[in-house]
């Protein structure tokens, strides 16, 4: 399994935005599915959004509509777009690519990045 690192994570106030960037050195990602997920303290990790090969997207209920997983044209790193950011998205975010089948929040054992927002 590739090792992921993800960077972009920040503190910003509620209604903020920030973008997350994911990627493995030397690694290009076309015909994976990659994802988004995180863990907030004391809770389990969940997914946010996926994005297939082809480009379809999916997102949780919970970030429909204020955030946007997508990929650069040489599929070497995956972002998240994360806007009307609230207190509730504050957790450690992590992101995971597999090549057969999309990964599931236990396949995000790579570098977090920290997303703090604040009322």
């Known amino acids: 399994q590739v090792q992921m690192v993800a960077s972009g994570g920040g503190s910003v106030q509620a209604g903020g935005s920030l973008r997350l960037s994911c990627a493995a050195s030397g690694y290009r990602f076309g015909g994976y599915c990659m994802g988004w997920f995180r863990q907030a303290p004391g809770q389990e990790r969940e997914g946010v959004a996926t994005?297939?090969?082809?480009?379809?997207?999916s997102y949780e209920d919970f970030v429909k509509g204020r955030f946007t997983i997508f990929q650069d044209l040489a599929k070497t790193t995956l972002y998240l777009q994360m806007n009307s950011l609230k207190p509730e998205d504050t957790a450690m975010y992590y992101c995971?690519?597999?090549?057969?089948?999309?990964?599931?929040?236990?396949?995000?054992r790579g570098q977090g990045t920290l997303v703090t927002v604040s009322s």
């Open positions: 994005i297939q090969s082809t480009g379809t997207q």
């Open positions: 995971a690519a597999l090549r057969v089948g999309c990964p599931l929040p236990g396949d995000a």
